[in-house]
Structures are given as structure tokens and as C-alpha cells.
């Protein structure tokens, strides 16, 4: 394993042995030219090699998770408890993950440390991955030797978050089935049944209501121009998602959604859970309060909450 060295390529191969047999097979190499040297070294004569194409249903290329973070988090802790050198411990990981963007990530952030930055350094250039709580909590780890300690705790921040985080999903899984369903069922209703009611009317030769006559009218546009409305649905979907990227945006989204009814009340409640659990967490570490609350602020997942505490 070299300095520069993420994951290594995949390359398919086939060929013949010492013994002028066909064979071929599979080999793991950081470039062609690396995998050929290697494939010659154990004997064998190269008739065909090239780098084995990703499948976009690969399960080795799924996105790096929230477990994922924990899951390396708790390992990492267990080897450094155990005495293991750090760029050993992330060495030995790497290679038990079968997630390629996770080994890929942990190779990075091991060439990091090897280059001379502290393990809080490098987690610190994967915000994504590693926000402010978790780096400065292994910073306070670093400095005071208790690494190890530290890395336990956020492990067990992260799956006990994660475990909140399905309990909310499981509770607006309903809702937002019977919200999709009734869409489902009024648009058949539209497509299919309301031109029936039309022919009804028509047949028995009397006047259509004026409330009918519109609903009627709907279900003419909507076969007319149906392509048109559903672009416009995924444009303003889209649209949502990018604007809510935005802070003022999402300062109105999230005070929308707190004033909520039901939907309001598990929101709150989630945000106060992690905002406790984080600081908790954080001032048991020895972050001095300030630098623990603009860390956990973050945590609680509403902006309208990140924005009292710095008003406060």
C-alpha cells in the first residue's frame, strides 16, 4: 500500500500458466501497468486484461451512510484501545469494507495522516462525512488521550441519532402514503370515471351543474395537457429541493413545519432530543460551553432552532 494509494482497480484478465494452461480471473491493482507486473510475477503470460467496468447496481458503490461513520467510528476505538498504531487501524478497516466510497474515504484520510496532519486535520477536509461535533470532539480526544473514549462516544451518539431518525420516518410513513394514495386515486377519478359522468348527463339530455361542469372541464385538461402538468409537478419538486438549500428559504420551510400540527410536535421534540444528547455529549468531553453549543447547534436538524441559540 503506497503513500498516494486510494482503493484499488479491478482488472479482468485471462491467459496462460507455466504449464501452458488457459486460465483468467480477477486482481485488484492501483493502475494497469501495476496489475500486468503483478499477473507476470506469479507466472503468467497475459493474453488479455482491462479494467472491469462499474455496474450501476453495484452494492460495493453505495453511498457512505450515517452506520457507516458509526460503524468505522466503533472500530477504530476497539483498535486503538487494543494498542494498534492509528495508520495501521485505518489500513486493517479499509480492507474489511465492502462499501469501495467508504474504503475509498478511509484511504484518503490515512495518506492524510501519513502526510503529517492530525487525525482531526484530515476528517476536517470531509465535512460531509464528519461535521464540527465529530471533529472537535476527536480534537479533545487527540489532546487529552482518551481517542479511544471519544470515538466510543460518537459511535454511540450516531447509532442512538440513527435510531431516532427511523422512528420519525416510521411515524410520517403513513401519512404521506395516504396523502400519495389519494393523489393516486383522484386522478384516476379525474382520467377515468368523470368523462363517464358527462356522457350520463349528455344522454339524459339535462343541464350539468355548474360545480360538475367544472370538474369535467378539469378532466378534459388534464388528458389534454397531462404531460404538461406533471413537467410542472417535477419542476416545482425540483425547485423545492433546490431552494430549500437556501438559509432563508429553509428558515421558512422549517417554521412552517414547526407550527405543523402533529407533524409539528415530532419535529420539536426530535430537534430538543438531539440539541440534549449533543451537548451532553460535548461538555462531558471537555468542550468549553461556548464551542459546545455552537457545535451542537448544527445537530438539532431546524434552523429555526440553530438561530435561537446564537439570538440567545
Not at 6 to 26: H, P
Not at 127 to 137: G, M, R, S, V
Not at 208 to 225: D, E
Amino acid at each position: 500500500m503506497t503513500k498516494n494509494q486510494t482503493y484499488k482497480n479491478r482488472y479482468l484478465w485471462s491467459g496462460t500458466n507455466k504449464k501452458n494452461q488457459y486460465i483468467n480471473g480477477e486482481i485488484e491493482a492501483r493502475s494497469l501497468i501495476v496489475a500486468k507486473i503483478e499477473l507476470q510475477n506469479k507466472g503468467i503470460y497475459i493474453k488479455k486484461i482491462a479494467k472491469k467496468r462499474k455496474s450501476l447496481f453495484d452494492i460495493s458503490l453505495k453511498k457512505i451512510t450515517l452506520l457507516d461513520i458509526s460503524t468505522f467510528s466503533r472500530q477504530l476505538a476497539t483498535m486503538i484501545n487494543a494498542g494498534i498504531p492509528i495508520i495501521q487501524s485505518f489500513d486493517i478497516i479499509a480492507k474489511g469494507q465492502s462499501n469501495n466510497n467508504m474504503k475509498n474515504l478511509l484511504y484518503k484520510i490515512k495518506n492524510d495522516i501519513e502526510s503529517g496532519l492530525t487525525l482531526t486535520e484530515s476528517l476536517n477536509k470531509y465535512p460531509i462525512y464528519f461535521n464540527e461535533l465529530f471533529c472537535n470532539l476527536i480534537d479533545v480526544g487527540e489532546k487529552s488521550g482518551t481517542l479511544d473514549i471519544m470515538l466510543d462516544k460518537i459511535a454511540n451518539y450516531k447509532e442512538k441519532t440513527e435510531i431516532i431518525k427511523n422512528k420519525i420516518k416510521k411515524t410520517l410513513r403513513y401519512p404521506i402514503a395516504v396523502m400519495l394514495i389519494a393523489f393516486l386515486v383522484t386522478t384516476i377519478l379525474i382520467i377515468f370515471v368523470v368523462p363517464q359522468f358527462e356522457l350520463l348527463f349528455n344522454g339524459f339530455g339535462s343541464e350539468i351543474p355548474a360545480f360538475t361542469s367544472a370538474v369535467v372541464s378539469l378532466s378534459g385538461m388534464f388528458k389534454k395537457f397531462w404531460y404538461i402538468i406533471l413537467s410542472l409537478i417535477f419542476l416545482v419538486i425540483y425547485s423545492f429541493n433546490y431552494a430549500h438549500k437556501k438559509r432563508k428559504f429553509k428558515n421558512i420551510i422549517d417554521n412552517y413545519l414547526l407550527k405543523t400540527p402533529i407533524i409539528g410536535n415530532i419535529i420539536r421534540n426530535a430537534s430538543i432530543a438531539r440539541f440534549s444528547r449533543t451537548l451532553s455529549i460535548s461538555y462531558a468531553a471537555g468542550l468549553p460551553l461556548i464551542n459546545a453549543l455552537i457545535a451542537v447547534a448544527g445537530a438539532t436538524g431546524n434552523n429555526i432552532f440553530f438561530k435561537s441559540y446564537f439570538r440567545n
